[in-house]
């Protein structure tokens, strides 16, 4: 088994040819993915990065009591055209609230993510955690007009589009946590994967990072709570969240910004960068 170097190292699995669309056209997944139909289990969330043939997914969900929590596939290996599959992680490490130490981030196995697509827009997600087995059926979440393109390589727009999987500039030096944001029109859905003050696993929602000004993004940030991800059936119902503060992104380029964030009183400005384990990127416009 191959440990973090990061929070997020890739889900390697190599392929000739990941898969295709009916038009010949590889398929890029990058982006929030949700369960199908849409809105009917409003409240977790899976993150796909996607980069060359290597992927990595983050499942934002809750614990069996209720309290928000994520786990991370970094690490997978190919079952075919359009399907991976690899180990799951809990992980643990340092309080948002002080200074980020990387050496007391620790990754311990619960089980397995497998994750088939039967096109772009469509999928299988089956997770395994502790022995107990959870099969969704998902699709990207659109939240804002227009939703991107993404593709594997290609070049930026003159608007770049930030959905990506993003960390502590310079690259590496707070590994075991990430940000997480989809940008759709003026819009950025932010999951900041961190660690609570018990070094638990917490991750805060900005579902409504908007367009504030010119390469700024500003919108209150959330603790959820819900079912537990082992629920069956999910009830959204049992979806709260609680307001405990606000975060500002402010992009220098297309691949460099700074995440300002006030949670439960403390502040924070950290410089980002998007985080690349893999060739070529993702471009979206």
């Not at 620790?106 to 497998?114: E, F, I």
């Amino acid at each position: 088994m191959r440990l973090f170097a990061s929070l997020f190292v890739a889900l390697a699995f190599p392929l000739s040819a990941f898969g295709f669309d009916l038009f010949g056209v590889p398929l890029n997944v990058q982006g929030l993915w949700w369960a199908n139909p849409p809105g009917s289990e409003s409240g977790w969330g899976v993150n796909i990065a996607q980069q060359g043939d290597t992927f990595m997914a983050a499942w934002f969900t809750y614990d069996e009591a209720g309290n928000a929590v994520w786990f991370v596939m970094p690490d997978g290996l190919s079952k075919g055209h359009s399907e991976f599959l690899g180990q799951l992680y809990r992980v643990t490490g340092p309080s948002f609230t002080g200074a980020f130490d990387p050496s007391k981030v620790s990754a311990t196995p619960v089980g397995q993510l497998d994750v088939a697509f039967a096109d772009a827009t469509h999928a299988r997600f089956e997770a395994t955690v502790n022995g107990t087995i959870i099969v969704k059926f998902i699709v990207p979440q659109i939240f804002a007009n227009p939703p991107p393109t993404c593709v594997t390589g290609g070049t930026s727009g003159p608007q770049p589009n930030f959905t990506d999987l993003w960390w502590k500039s310079p690259a590496g030096s707070e590994s075991g946590w990430g940000l997480f944001l989809t940008h759709q029109g003026d819009n950025i859905f932010a999951v900041w994967f961190t660690y609570d003050v018990d070094g638990k696993p917490v991750s805060f929602v900005g579902s409504n990072v908007a367009k504030t000004g010119n390469a700024t993004y500003s919108g209150p940030l959330y603790r959820t709570f819900g079912p537990a991800f082992s629920a069956s059936p999910w009830d959204p119902s049992r979806v709260s969240a609680m307001p405990v503060g606000s975060a500002t992104l402010t992009f220098a380029d297309g691949s460099n910004g700074t995440f300002t964030r006030t949670v439960q009183g403390i502040s924070r400005s950290d410089p980002i960068t998007r985080e690349v384990f893999a060739r070529p990127p993702t471009v979206c416009n």
